[in-house]
């Protein structure tokens, strides 16, 4: 029996299970380093790394079987009080943790699980020497032999049908769901029969009703059932920074200690993929240009320890990632020198917040001053950024000199928002409104000439020989008071095509095309006939989303 | 399903006979004459069921089925001996092989037997942990 002849099934949900378990043993690993007495920790990496050893085997994988009990052996010397804790036992413990990981991802992907087998020995040798007795001196995994490893996740990490694990009690509301479900199908199956039977109408009309409730309680439990079962822990995400912190520090000989906050915030599995390269890039940036080197910190009146936090947090409308460090800050001369260079900013403006966002995540530019390989190559970033941005979400950055950076990462809570193009327009009382997109037909200014009042149907307005029936939005939504003062001429008018019909809406100003997240709002106050819900603007006001088939109801 | 078998026996008459049968059956059999060479074996490939003779030069066959029990948990292991002594089969029980046959191998079908029962044990245990993945992914790729 080789790999292929295992049930496909089992040996995915195996290796998505042992990743995962291995996801944790990174942090665990930089953990221990700072508490070499702590025998717990060195259980808890001891025993996925058994357990992995125990099952490759059955699985085919002979080569991951190998790593694991050579890793097991070493860590077993460890808890057994034969081998001290220190950083060159971390040291060569990652590698071999990095190569169970990237030998898993490659036989998910069907491959061999060794690419290159002399780094692969590499390793094992490494492990090896610290498990002779004798003292060893260093034997450091040659530059060269790390590259070919994947640090930390392996990129090959994105699978299209990768499994999940889902609480059985998520299952039995799915089913207690199927089960009303029928209930509403049984109801209409009689309703079906009623029609025939010549029944009154109104009694099948209020039955109807009834199954149509029904209908809809069932379908908006199954909906938010369904996006619980697509959370996971922010843990998953946010462990991640230890390692990736340790990895820098090492190189660049710094001091660095890292909290994480919030790892128990459950977020949308798909947010995990969207931030883990945004999070990389932030952690990086932060240990390898934040915080400074332990002279000068100490120069600088610091603590000689640089501290960088990793937070999770939610609240009813949004989810925060923020990475914050207590380093040098932003070098902004260096930043509006590049800004200039690339031609992004004029060489008198002053650097927008924005704009420092823009650069820190472009492909190429760095805060550094000098670039070195960990954080220099800003590969994608620009990608990264837009995808947030995509996804309705923002970044924001707060620096101040001496004091460290911070970055916050602010996204929907639900990743089901409804994101959308909005047409913003301004109203005649000056508020903003948002038009969907889709049933913008054109917009021009209208001219008094044009404009005819015909009784009995109101405003007419005349376009390339059609007339269109023209209404005020302020007049539509109420506000009349502002009517008395309105130069119909100076207006703006917005040709729109609602389900066929083509009536234009006069605005005092079209403010431009945005993309907009739709916000549910609640209130007594609030008007759900006419507007879906809101949208912050880009300066922060609030818009109304326009609901337009009520709109035109209401006219 | 093809399952993998290892058949280690020091005599060469036993292992090639044995090897021939299990091949017609439809297995993928492998031979080794000594216990070292089982082990080399094992860390290359899984197998499903072991069949090995006790008394073998260097690594006896108890020797190797305490390794596998250790390093292979879930390899079933079927032992033969030609030296029927109640150490031998104590020492088979008390290190877990499924079974212990006596030579000389007149009957076949006791071994037949023994190995249908090691591959229903494993398959009993795949079908487990399927159901333990839940429904669903089970008549997606059956193999």
Avoid at chain 2, 55 to 64: E, F, R, S, T, Y
Wanted: with cysteine.
């Amino acid at each position: 029996m080789t790999s292929s002849d295992v049930n496909q099934d089992l040996l995915r949900g195996f290796i998505d299970e042992s990743s995962d378990g291995l996801t944790s043993v990174d942090g665990l690993l930089v953990k221990l380093e700072n508490n070499p007495q702590d025998l717990n920790l060195v259980n808890s990496v001891f025993r996925p790394i058994h357990s992995l050893k125990g099952n490759a085997a059955y699985f085919g994988m002979m080569k991951i079987k190998t790593m694991a009990h050579t890793l097991e052996n070493l860590l077993d010397m460890v808890r057994k009080g034969q081998r001290t804790v220190n950083r060159h036992l971390i040291d060569t413990l990652l590698p071999g943790i990095d190569s169970l990981r990237s030998m898993l991802a490659h036989v998910r992907n069907g491959e061999p699980e060794v690419s290159d087998p002399e780094a692969y020995q590499a390793i094992i040798s490494n492990v090896e020497s610290l498990l002779q007795n004798a003292p060893t001196e260093d034997i450091a995994v040659s530059q060269a032999i790390m590259e070919d490893q994947p640090k930390g996740t392996p990129e090959t990490n994105v699978h299209h049908d990768k499994t999940m694990r889902i609480p059985e009690q998520s299952l039995d509301d799915f089913l207690r769901c199927v089960g009303e479900l029928l209930g509403v199908e049984e109801m209409l199956r009689h309703l079906t029969r009623q029609l025939n039977s010549g029944i009154d109408l109104s009694i099948i009309s209020a039955n109807f009703r009834d199954a149509v409730t029904q209908f809809e309680g069932i379908s908006k439990e199954l909906r938010t059932k369904i996006m619980e079962v697509r959370k996971v822990e922010a843990k998953v995400l946010l462990q991640k920074a230890p390692r990736l912190v340790r990895d820098v520090a090492t190189q660049a000989g710094k001091k660095i200690q890292v909290t994480c906050h919030g790892e128990e915030v459950h977020i949308d599995k798909s947010y995990i993929d969207l931030l883990d390269a945004p999070l990389t890039h932030m952690v990086r940036n932060a240990a390898d240009h934040g915080i400074e080197s332990p002279a000068q910190r100490i120069n600088n009146g610091k603590a000689e320890v640089g501290q960088i936090l990793v937070a999770m947090s939610e609240n009813s409308d949004n989810l925060q990632l923020i990475v914050q460090d207590d380093g040098a800050g932003l070098n902004y001369e260096g930043l509006q020198k590049k800004a200039v260079t690339l031609g992004i900013i004029s060489p008198n403006t002053q650097l927008s917040k924005k704009d420092v966002v823009d650069l820190l995540f472009m492909s190429g530019v760095s805060t550094a001053s000098q670039v070195t390989d960990v954080s220099g190559r800003g590969v994608g970033m620009d990608v990264v950024k837009r995808a947030i941005i995509d996804a309705g979400g923002q970044i924001d950055v707060e620096s101040s000199p001496n004091a460290g950076t911070k970055f916050t990462v602010t996204l929907p809570r639900n990743a089901s928002t409804q994101i959308f193009d909005g047409y913003i327009v301004r109203s005649f009382a000056n508020d903003l409104f948002v038009l969907p997109i889709s049933f913008v037909v054109e917009a021009f200014r209208m001219t008094s000439e044009t404009i005819s009042q015909v009784p009995g149907k109101g405003s007419m307005i005349s376009r390339r020989d059609r007339v269109f029936p023209m209404y005020l939005l302020d007049k539509i939504l109420g506000s009349s008071d502002v009517l008395t003062h309105i130069d119909m001429a100076e207006s703006m008018g917005i040709l729109l095509n609602i389900k066929g019909h083509d009536v234009v809406l006069a605005v005092q100003d079209i403010v431009g095309i945005q993309k907009v997240v739709n916000k549910q709002v609640e209130g007594h106050a609030f008007n759900h006939e006419l507007f879906e819900g809101a949208a912050i603007s880009g300066t922060g006001q609030v818009m109304m989303i326009v609901n337009m088939e009520n709109l035109l109801r209401q006219v | 399903m093809s399952s993998r078998v290892l058949i280690v026996d020091d005599e060469a008459d036993i292992r090639n006979s044995l090897a021939r049968r299990y091949r017609l059956k439809g297995f993928v059999v492998d031979t080794a004459d000594n216990g070292v060479s089982a082990v080399k074996l094992l860390s290359e490939q899984p197998y499903q069921v072991v069949i090995s003779d006790i008394k073998m030069p260097g690594m006896d066959g108890i020797d190797l089925l305490r390794i596998i029990r250790t390093e292979y948990p879930m390899t079933r292991v079927i032992m033969m001996t030609g030296y029927v002594t109640l150490d031998n089969g104590l020492s088979c029980l008390r290190h877990g092989a499924d079974t212990c046959i006596f030579k000389p191998l007149q009957d076949l079908k006791e071994i037949d037997a023994a190995i249908q029962r090691a591959i229903d044990y494993l398959q009993h245990w795949e079908l487990k942990l399927l159901q333990l993945k839940g429904m669903g992914d089970q008549s997606k790729d059956p193999v």
